[in-house]
């Protein structure tokens, strides 16, 4: 048993100086070429299971080659590439450098021949691909060796870190920070719930009086003169204003429907209302020189003008007076 093992080792060594007197008779003959050239250079060629090893790469092409740089993820089988560097650029008199570093490892045992990287580049005015090789070369991975005589122990348990001032102010602040947002949602609640119970009890006002129909009336006919429509040859629409307003106070004060009668309806209307025969006239006049006007285009004189709407005036304050009038004299009661 023990002499197969030593014939093993044997073999397996004597396979390592035939590959290494191979490649670098390759990497001497790969010198003898000037540019474009590639080579590759291990920091060691052996290393232990999962142990990381440099790979220095490195290649050269004239000012007048384009190279494509290559990024391989494996350098054989169970060889992988863990990370890389940056790529270097130096830009000489008739050539360009390009370097590398890659970071190797393996988590297999074994000797490994790797792969031979292959650059391709191009010449400015020839549209043929060219490569550059980088020649191949071995890795040997053995195992980390056991020693079997020492006791097993058991894996000690997870050890607690005392907390840093940094972790004790970030608890900190976020324990006020949670006491803030949960003070500002009791604060709110307690806003809306006092808000509520004070609208509830919230004394609802007497709706505001009502502005008489005859002060209403008053106001627009006082609107109406400053107006002036009939001063610049609005007439008509002066009279459709006059004969609205008298309609709507009808309407409102006596509870005649005015505004969709005619004026002999509505004369006949406030017949037995009581309106003395002075305000009635005015009335009449106002209503009968507005309808000539409307309908049978009429042009009024300009005192005409004046005096419809003092008649439509003197109507409204002497109906309001006998309205206040009745409505202060005491009712006759019986014993």
């Given at each position: 048993?023990i002499?197969?093992?030593?014939?093993?080792?044997?073999?397996?060594?004597i396979?390592?100086?035939?590959?290494?007197?191979?490649?670098?008779?390759?990497q001497?003959?790969?010198?003898e070429?000037?540019?474009?050239?590639?080579?590759?250079?291990?920091?060691t060629?052996?290393?232990?299971?999962?142990?990381?090893?440099?790979?220095?790469?490195?290649?050269?092409?004239?000012?007048?080659?384009?190279?494509?740089?290559?990024y391989?993820?494996?350098?054989?089988?169970?060889?992988?590439?863990?990370?890389?560097?940056?790529?270097?650029?130096?830009?000489?008199?008739?050539?360009q450098?390009?370097?590398?570093?890659?970071?190797?490892?393996?988590?297999?045992?074994?000797?490994?021949?790797?792969?031979?990287?292959?650059?391709?580049?191009?010449?400015?005015?020839?549209?043929?691909?060219?490569?550059?090789?980088?020649?191949?070369?071995?890795?040997?991975?053995?195992?980390?060796?056991?020693?079997?005589?020492?006791?097993?122990?058991?894996?000690?348990?997870?050890?607690?870190?005392?907390?840093?001032w940094?972790?004790?102010?970030?608890?900190?602040?976020?324990?006020?920070?949670?006491?803030?947002?949960?003070?500002?949602?009791?604060?709110?609640?307690?806003?809306?719930?006092?808000?509520?119970?004070?609208?509830?009890?919230?004394?609802v006002?007497?709706?505001?009086p009502?502005?008489?129909?005859?002060?209403?009336?008053?106001?627009?006919?006082?609107?109406?003169?400053?107006?002036?429509?009939?001063?610049?040859?609005?007439?008509?629409?002066?009279?459709?204003?006059?004969?609205?307003?008298?309609?709507?106070?009808?309407?409102?004060?006596?509870g005649?429907?005015?505004?969709?009668?005619?004026?002999?309806?509505?004369?006949?209307?406030?017949?037995?209302?009581?309106i003395?025969?002075?305000?009635?006239?005015?009335?009449?006049?106002?209503?009968?020189?507005?309808?000539?006007?409307?309908?049978?285009k009429?042009?009024?004189?300009?005192?005409?003008?004046?005096?419809?709407?003092?008649?439509?005036?003197?109507?409204?304050q002497?109906?309001?007076?006998?309205?206040?009038?009745?409505?202060?004299?005491?009712?006759?009661?019986?014993?």
């Open positions: 048993m002499n197969r093992r030593k014939n093993k080792g044997v073999k397996t060594k396979s390592a100086l035939f590959l290494t007197a191979f490649i670098v008779s390759t001497l003959n790969a010198q070429i000037t540019v474009p050239y590639a080579k590759a250079v291990l920091d060629n052996a290393i232990v299971i999962g142990q990381q090893v440099k790979m220095h790469l490195e290649v050269t092409v004239k000012n007048n080659e384009k190279l494509t740089w290559i391989p993820e494996n350098l054989a089988e169970g060889v992988e590439v863990v990370s890389r560097t940056p790529i270097d650029t130096i830009f000489e008199a008739q050539q450098i390009f370097r590398q570093t890659l970071f190797v490892t393996s988590f297999d045992s074994g000797f490994y021949a790797l792969e031979p990287l292959r650059f391709p580049y191009h010449i400015e005015g020839d549209t043929t691909t060219y490569f550059t090789q980088i020649p191949s070369t071995w890795l040997e991975v053995a195992t980390v060796e056991v020693d079997t005589a020492q006791a097993f122990y058991d894996i000690k348990p997870l050890m607690t870190a005392p907390l840093t940094r972790e004790i102010l970030t608890y900190a602040a976020w324990i006020l920070g949670i006491l803030i947002v949960v003070g500002g949602i009791a604060w709110l609640v307690r806003y809306l719930i006092k808000k509520y119970r004070k609208k509830k009890e919230q004394v006002l007497p709706p505001k009502k502005i008489p129909p005859y002060v209403t009336a008053l106001e627009e006919l006082e609107a109406l003169r400053l107006k002036k429509l009939w001063q610049v040859d609005k007439v008509k629409e002066y009279y459709s204003e006059l004969t609205d307003i008298v309609r709507e106070y009808i309407e409102a004060q006596f005649v429907q005015a505004v969709e009668m005619t004026t002999d309806e509505i004369l006949y209307g406030l017949k037995n209302i009581g003395n025969e002075q305000a009635m006239g005015k009335l009449s006049n106002t209503l009968q020189t507005a309808d000539l006007v409307k309908f049978a009429a042009t009024p004189h300009a005192l005409e003008n004046d005096t419809v709407l003092s008649y439509s005036v003197d109507f409204v002497e109906t309001k007076i006998q309205l206040l009038n009745n409505n202060n004299e005491p009712q006759n009661t019986t014993p």
